[in-house]
């Protein structure tokens, strides 16, 4: 992943009076706020699992900044402490007039169908969420969906081929829990692995964590796959999952990352699946600003479009297995091999 701009803001503690969205305080304990030189002003919601998940809320941040360099918007965060911030939260940039509010990750997507239906004149987007599905479908909200399902393929595939050449049968998956984008990433990662290697067994299992930030259950739950043979624990679950990886590095087997590039946790991480939410919240704040954004629908992010994609891998990886992989990719790029969005498992 590219590097992120410095960061340039300054903290300040927010205090709103609640209204129109729910009633509440809005109660985020910290904001992030850059001014540039531009008039438009885009705010960013977090989940709770807050800017040091490692993973997509720090993604949209990194989009945004990219996004405050480039237009000089002006542009402010606010990091959720729990569920019952959302409303507020993403309530308060609509009623300060931001011309767009971004939320991130399917918890919040109960909040963000009610707050873009009491507002009605500002424009949202939220990343894992497909505005078809939202109760009031929201006419001035953007789904912004990725075909994980397509990266989850490309590190199971590779998976598979390191499984293959050093005789070990078994890899696993750990998801946080039974949400559409985990789905599509263990999904697609079950199939490259059985494209690569017709007789692997792959364990996939849920923490059971809805807040997607609680390690020792990723951990509890990698624990358990290593000790039923799995050489490879791939992570789809968030901050929650970095317990998984934690956990993979101590058993000395391979981990795999997602959403970022996770190559920087260690040695131990053979690759990650990409998600690439930076680009798409620097894309749609883009087209904000050039009055282009067209809301009522949903984006989507593959590897045709880049996306979604393969991280770094190590260096202990033989080439040709990276090569392999590359190739595998542009198949599904070009649309040769296409990606089941789920299967069972």
Same mark, same amino acid.
């Given at each position: 992943m590219k590097k992120s701009a410095a960061l340039l803001g300054v903290l300040v503690l927010l205090i709103a009076a609640g209204c129109g969205g729910g009633g509440k305080k809005s109660s985020a304990d910290t904001t992030t706020a850059t001014t540039g030189g531009s008039n438009m002003k885009v705010g960013l919601v977090t989940d709770i699992g807050g800017l040091n998940d490692r993973g997509f809320n720090h993604l949209s941040f990194l989009g945004l900044q990219r996004a405050q360099s480039e237009l000089g918007i002006e542009q402010r965060v606010y990091q959720a402490k729990s569920t019952q911030? &959302?409303?507020?939260?993403?309530? =308060?940039?609509? #009623?300060?007039g931001y011309d767009l509010t971004i939320g991130v990750g399917f918890t919040e997507a109960t909040a963000i169908d009610t707050v873009a239906t009491n507002?009605?004149?500002?424009?949202?987007?939220?990343?894992?969420?497909?505005?078809? @599905? @939202?109760?009031?479908?929201?006419?001035?909200?953007?789904?912004?969906?990725?075909?994980e399902?397509? =990266?989850?393929?490309?590190?199971g595939y590779l998976a598979g081929l390191e499984a293959k050449k050093e005789g070990f049968d078994t890899i696993s998956a750990v998801g946080a829990n039974n949400v559409p984008a985990i789905v599509r990433y263990i999904s697609g990662y079950i199939q490259g692995a059985k494209k690569a290697d017709a007789g692997i067994k792959v364990l996939a299992n849920y923490a059971n964590d809805p807040t997607f930030s609680d390690q020792a259950k990723c951990k509890e739950t990698a624990l358990n796959q290593i000790n039923q043979g799995s050489h490879v624990v791939f992570q789809v679950a968030g901050g929650c999952g970095l317990g998984a990886l934690a956990a993979a590095k101590e058993n000395k087997v391979w981990g795999i990352g997602?959403?970022?590039?996770? #190559? &920087?946790?260690?040695?131990?991480?053979?690759t990650s699946a990409l998600k690439r939410v930076d680009k798409a919240v !620097?894309?749609?704040? =883009?087209?904000?600003?050039?009055?282009?954004?067209? =809301?009522?629908?949903?984006?989507?992010?593959?590897?045709?479009?880049?996306?979604?994609?393969?991280?770094?891998?190590?260096?202990?990886?033989?080439? !040709?297995?990276?090569?392999?992989?590359?190739?595998?990719?542009?198949?599904i790029g070009d649309g040769t091999i296409v990606v089941k969005p789920t299967v069972k498992f």
């Amino acid at each position: 992943m590219k590097k992120s701009a410095a960061l340039l803001g300054v903290l300040v503690l927010l205090i709103a009076a609640g209204c129109g969205g729910g009633g509440k305080k809005s109660s985020a304990d910290t904001t992030t706020a850059t001014t540039g030189g531009s008039n438009m002003k885009v705010g960013l919601v977090t989940d709770i699992g807050g800017l040091n998940d490692r993973g997509f809320n720090h993604l949209s941040f990194l989009g945004l900044q990219r996004a405050q360099s480039e237009l000089g918007i002006e542009q402010r965060v606010y990091q959720a402490k729990s569920t019952q911030e &959302y409303v507020p939260n993403l309530s =308060t940039f609509a #009623r300060q007039g931001y011309d767009l509010t971004i939320g991130v990750g399917f918890t919040e997507a109960t909040a963000i169908d009610t707050v873009a239906t009491n507002f009605p004149q500002s424009k949202f987007a939220i990343v894992d969420v497909d505005q078809t @599905e @939202e109760p009031h479908k929201p006419a001035n909200l953007l789904g912004l969906l990725f075909k994980e399902q397509e =990266t989850g393929y490309l590190v199971g595939y590779l998976a598979g081929l390191e499984a293959k050449k050093e005789g070990f049968d078994t890899i696993s998956a750990v998801g946080a829990n039974n949400v559409p984008a985990i789905v599509r990433y263990i999904s697609g990662y079950i199939q490259g692995a059985k494209k690569a290697d017709a007789g692997i067994k792959v364990l996939a299992n849920y923490a059971n964590d809805p807040t997607f930030s609680d390690q020792a259950k990723c951990k509890e739950t990698a624990l358990n796959q290593i000790n039923q043979g799995s050489h490879v624990v791939f992570q789809v679950a968030g901050g929650c999952g970095l317990g998984a990886l934690a956990a993979a590095k101590e058993n000395k087997v391979w981990g795999i990352g997602v959403d970022a590039d996770q #190559r &920087y946790l260690g040695s131990h991480i053979m690759t990650s699946a990409l998600k690439r939410v930076d680009k798409a919240v !620097e894309d749609l704040t =883009t087209l904000a600003s050039q009055g282009k954004l067209k =809301t009522g629908s949903n984006d989507t992010f593959s590897l045709k479009n880049e996306g979604v994609g393969l991280g770094s891998v190590s260096p202990k990886i033989p080439k !040709e297995l990276v090569t392999k992989t590359n190739a595998i990719a542009k198949q599904i790029g070009d649309g040769t091999i296409v990606v089941k969005p789920t299967v069972k498992f």
